[in-house]
């Protein structure tokens, strides 16, 4: 009884959980397809497409080599013509992808595509498929079709614009074929919490700088002074300051906005400009000039504060604070600003600035609640300006990041990745040479002595020079990734060789080895039927590797973790690799090409990629990439499929788990 009842259980459970892992299918878009008749021989046909959010959907003017434009392909039909090019309701968004190596064009929440045609004849039906394909900031979906099939009723008046006919297109079930295996949990970007951490460090390092340190013991003991109410005014201080910087976000965000930000982020020309703007902050910081507002803002403002009483009097001497520390905050300020508007948050801006407004704020407030801890703080002395030369080095060398974004977008090929380390190197060595004493600008005192504070930086800084020198010759310095121009710019590279795979030469030709090349030089197969067949041969298990060009996650994995030592080692020695690109738009022979169903939805087969991708979709129940699929050479699952985890040792756990089982079933 008891175990007929665990049992049943047990079903629930397996039940529920299959159930659950059905909807591993993505289709984040619905379309809807309409036409409208212009006259008596041309309509307009209107395809309508709301895209979930964090999705993308591709532009139709695409360039060559990019990812899969939005096509609308009408089925051979010689009553119909078409006139002109695909036409959208509104402008896409612009961006540079460095993974294509150009702009790209997409659109975000929905879009309207609109295709004129003329009818030749009295026809009563159009019919046709949209393609395209859907990306996020984690992976992108192997390309798609929605097909339609619209009855036509056209009014021979002239004076007909209405909407004819609707067909709405929903998201389509997929038929599971096999068990469908549960994929980690993607990773969830936060985003907003990087720029309040980014502008909160921005406003610990303001207030190490002289324009803002010696302030703090003054303005909390004018506080003390009116003994009445002190804590509550510097609270209202505090609060102040934090009022006058989220307005400033708050200004750039209501000038700019996020949209208007990200276009010009990809422009080389405002990239350069930035990067200028960057050279002047970082040369005020070394003492070249100081940047400051006009001295009589300043006095205006604390003529305010001295003439008005209450909450206006205190919120002027906020202002004035700001005003007179602009020479070291600015900076800081602008840096942050450029960097939260073009994040691509609407509130970015806010985000920052309230991040740094808090840093800059709690001294103020806490010293006035703790008067007796003011005798803790250093006093005002030359470290205050070994800080904003410190400043200045960190300012030159984030340019460099505006300068590579506009040399990438504009191909100029003037900032490789080689060019963009020694500049990297020189001015971390340099800068650790100014911490030990051997170099000297305008404003710094003597030093007859280094402190130990200062060893530190210098050894820190020192260190990552070091660190980087490696680059020069190709390694790969994951942790400065998102700064550096990407590898390819680099002219000279021995880490790429020196890491390639080194084992024996599979002497066939392999199909489609003219089209597909494995990273580190991989035996990989690029078709299932010939490496399962090979992998019987030699009598090794199988990994399936489903990719995509456009697939940036797929890149991270090979540079992350295939890069490991360990895990080439396996995937050169014992397993037999079958690479498939879900994504590819290259046509299959005549003979090759055939509609299949998929669950209720037929999906025409023409392309490698759509082979691929139905494979991947019908037999394993998602299409999602990166997807990592163990078999045996039967074709019998191992272990569960993997997908992104840039964890090196779980993945050697999976590929040794299928290992084992290979061996133990042999």
């Not at 007929?4 to 397809?33: D, K, M, S, V």
């Not at 700001?322 to 900076?331: D, E, L």
């Not at 998929?598 to 990439?625: H, P, R």
């Amino acid at each position: 009884m008891h175990k007929h009842f665990y049992r049943l259980i047990l079903i629930l459970l397996l039940c529920i959980n299959a159930l659950q892992n059905f909807a591993q299918i993505e289709h984040p878009i619905t379309w809807g397809i309409s036409y409208k008749q212009i006259d008596e021989k041309t309509i307009d046909i209107n395809c309508a497409a709301t895209i979930e959010k964090h999705w993308h959907l591709y532009s139709f003017d695409i360039p060559k080599n990019g990812p899969v434009p939005t096509s609308i392909v009408f089925k051979p039909n010689d009553g119909i013509s078409i006139i002109g090019s695909i036409k959208t309701n509104k402008k896409p968004i612009e961006k540079f992808d460095a993974m294509f190596d150009m702009k790209i064009h997409y659109f975000e929440n929905n879009v309207v595509f609109k295709q004129r045609i003329n009818l030749k004849k009295n026809i009563t039906k159009v019919s046709g498929y949209i393609e395209y394909m859907l990306c996020n900031d984690e992976k992108c979906l192997p390309p798609d079709q929605e097909k339609f099939n619209i009855k036509l009723k056209v009014n021979k008046s002239k004076n007909t614009d209405s909407i004819k006919a609707i067909q709405t297109i929903h998201p389509s079930k997929i038929e599971k074929k096999q068990i469908v295996y549960p994929q980690p949990k993607s990773r969830s970007k936060s985003g907003l919490w990087l720029i309040f951490i980014g502008g909160f460090l921005g406003g610990l390092l303001a207030l190490l700088t002289p324009c803002v340190f010696p302030m703090i013991p003054l303005t909390v003991s004018f506080f003390i002074k009116r003994k009445k109410n002190h804590t509550t005014n510097a609270l209202l201080y505090g609060l102040s300051i934090i009022l006058i910087y989220v307005g400033l976000g708050f200004l750039t965000t209501l000038l700019f906005g996020p949209d208007a930000m990200n276009a010009l982020s990809t422009n080389p020309w405002f990239n350069v400009i930035l990067f200028g703007l960057l050279v002047v902050f970082g040369a005020s910081f070394l003492g070249a000039f100081e940047l400051q507002l006009p001295t009589s803002w300043a006095n205006y403002f604390d003529r305010k504060a001295d003439t008005t009483t209450g909450l206006v009097s205190i919120f002027f001497m906020a202002f004035t604070l700001g005003i007179v520390s602009f020479s070291c905050t600015g900076p800081i300020i602008g840096t942050l600003l450029v960097e939260a508007a073009t994040s691509g948050s609407t509130i970015g801006p806010l985000i920052g600035m309230f991040g740094f407004s808090l840093a800059l704020a709690l001294p103020f407030t806490f010293f006035a609640f703790f008067p007796s801890l003011l005798s803790k703080i250093p006093r005002s002395g030359g470290w205050l300006n070994t800080v904003k030369v410190v400043l200045g080095f960190l300012e030159l060398a984030f340019s460099l990041k505006f300068l590579s974004t506009a040399d990438l977008a504009a191909h100029w090929n003037i900032l490789p990745r080689e060019t963009f380390l020694s500049l990297w190197i020189v001015l971390f060595i340099l800068l650790g040479v100014y911490l030990l004493g051997g170099l000297r600008f305008v404003h710094d005192s003597d030093t007859k002595h280094v402190s130990v504070t200062r060893f530190f930086v210098a050894l820190f800084s020192l260190s990552f020079a070091m660190y980087m020198i490696p680059g020069l010759w190709g390694a790969p310095l994951k942790s400065i990734s998102a700064f550096s121009p990407p590898q390819q710019t680099q002219d000279f590279d021995l880490y790429t060789n020196g890491i390639s795979s080194k084992n024996e030469t599979i002497k066939t030709t392999k199909k489609y080895g003219d089209l597909f090349h494995s990273p580190y030089n991989l035996n990989s197969f690029f078709d299932y039927e010939e490496g399962m067949a090979y992998a019987r041969q030699v009598k090794k298990p199988v990994i399936i590797d489903f990719t995509g060009h456009g697939c940036v996650n797929c890149r991270k994995m090979e540079v992350s973790v295939w890069s490991d030592k360990r895990v080439l080692q396996i995937l050169s020695n014992d397993y037999v690799l079958i690479s498939l690109y879900v994504d590819d738009r290259t046509e299959l022979p005549k003979e090759e090409q055939k509609e299949v169903k998929l669950g209720d939805k037929t999906m025409t087969i023409s392309t490698i990629g759509n082979k691929w991708s139905y494979f991947q979709a019908s037999t394993f129940g998602t299409n999602s990439q990166p997807y990592y699929v163990l078999l045996d050479n039967n074709g019998k699952m191992l272990e569960n499929p993997s997908a992104y985890d840039l964890d090196v040792e779980h993945y050697i756990s999976f590929l040794e788990n299928g290992l084992r089982i290979f061996k133990e079933k042999n």
